[in-house]
């Protein structure tokens, strides 16, 4: 069992930045992919990025790519995403997720779940 707790949202303008936490705990994070999801306003969960045990391997959808960057500190228990030059359809709440072997961009095949951060990005 893993359990995943978020930090970091909030209010910004856009153009501004914000990183988002994820602190893990339950089993040795190294062996599990992590990644992240968010759900905008009215809309389902949507992948946008995740990262391998090591954090060797990363992969981000198109709509951030370029903006965002995910990282991992396996000795923190703890990953990251670092987002730049936020937009306003940026807003969302976002999801850390994780789940034993590779990682996915699927939400039905994610086996864990934080309780989501509010992101808001003004115009």
């Known amino acids: 069992q893993v359990q995943l707790v978020e930090s970091g949202g909030g209010l910004v303008q856009a153009g501004g930045s914000l990183r988002l936490s994820c602190v893990a705990s339950?089993?040795?994070?190294?062996?599990?992919?992590m990644g992240w999801f968010r759900r905008s306003p009215g809309q389902g969960r949507e992948f946008v990025a995740a990262?391998?045990?090591?954090?060797?391997?990363?992969l981000y959808a198109d709509s951030v790519k370029g903006r965002v960057t995910i990282s991992r500190d396996n000795a923190k228990n703890t990953m990251y995403l670092q987002m730049n030059s936020l937009k306003p359809e940026d807003t969302a709440v976002y999801y850390c997720?994780?789940?034993?072997?590779?990682?996915?961009?699927?939400?039905?095949?994610?086996?864990?779940w934080g309780q989501g951060t509010q992101v808001t990005v003004s115009s």
């Open positions: 339950g089993r040795t994070i190294s062996t599990v992919a």
């Open positions: 990262i391998t045990g090591s954090g060797g391997s990363t």
């Open positions: 997720a994780a789940r034993r072997g590779t990682y996915t961009t699927y939400v039905n095949n994610v086996e864990y």
